[in-house]
T-cell receptor
């Protein structure tokens, strides 16, 4: 089916270490992927995105990797800080060409816990 | 430049009552999306609206749920005769263009509790 899933429900890392959060998607027609961060009691906050014609994109302390062969997406956070503690969601947008409505399919989320 | 504004932040309703959730998109955004998030789960698409039009309601339950985005005023998600299973966080997002790759911004959500 069309789904986006995350491998690990909770990831615990030491402050200063790098974090890697994984995501598997099943729809090869997806052309755009987004990582969101959601803190308790708040709405999803955009972190970084990547289009299907790329395999890597870097932001400030974050990198997204896309492997279309195995339909895998990952978010890497460098030098993880306590403020990074949150739930992280990947989301995909299916390419419907001119009728693309922007509907996103979200994964279930990974909780990142940063230990001081 | 205010972000996407949702109100109320918290809403408690008894079973059988009506819930009305409001969403004011960002200035200049004419595309509104509603998502529902159950505890410990990801967000699930409900409906996509443009001014005065419902474009995609494929995620809306067939009964009791409706949405509108009038020419003037906020978008409204209306749930009639609420049941316990409607308890969730409801998020609204807005975008300046159609398609999820054009600056999608989420509000802080309305947390509905049905007692």
């Amino acid at each position: 089916g069309e789904s986006v899933g995350l491998h690990l429900p909770t990831l615990s890392v030491q402050e200063g270490d790098n974090s890697i959060i994984n995501c598997a998607y099943s729809n090869s027609a997806s052309d755009y992927f987004i990582w969101y961060k959601q803190e308790s009691g708040k709405g999803p906050q955009f972190i970084i995105d990547i289009r299907s014609n790329m395999d890597k994109r870097q932001g400030q302390r974050v990198t997204v990797l896309l492997n279309k062969t195995v339909k895998h997406l990952s978010l890497q956070i460098a030098a993880t800080q306590p403020g990074d503690s949150a739930v992280y969601f990947c989301a995909e947008n299916l390419d419907h060409g001119s009728s693309n409505t922007g509907k996103l399919i979200f994964g279930q989320g990974t909780t990142l816990q940063v230990k001081p | 430049n205010a972000g996407v504004m949702q109100n109320p932040r918290h809403l408690v309703r008894r079973r059988g009552q009506e819930a009305r959730l409001r969403c004011s998109p960002m200035k200049g955004h004419s595309h509104v999306y509603w998502y529902r998030q159950l505890p410990e789960e990801g967000l699930k698409f409900m409906v996509y609206l443009q001014k005065e039009n419902i474009i995609d309601e494929s995620g809306m339950p067939k009964e009791r749920f409706s949405a509108e985005f009038p020419k003037e005023g906020p978008s409204i998600l209306r749930i009639q005769q609420v049941v316990r299973g409607d308890s969730a966080a409801y998020f609204c997002a807005s975008s300046p263009e159609a398609g999820g790759n054009y600056g999608y911004t989420f509000g802080s959500g309305t947390r509905l509790t049905v007692v």
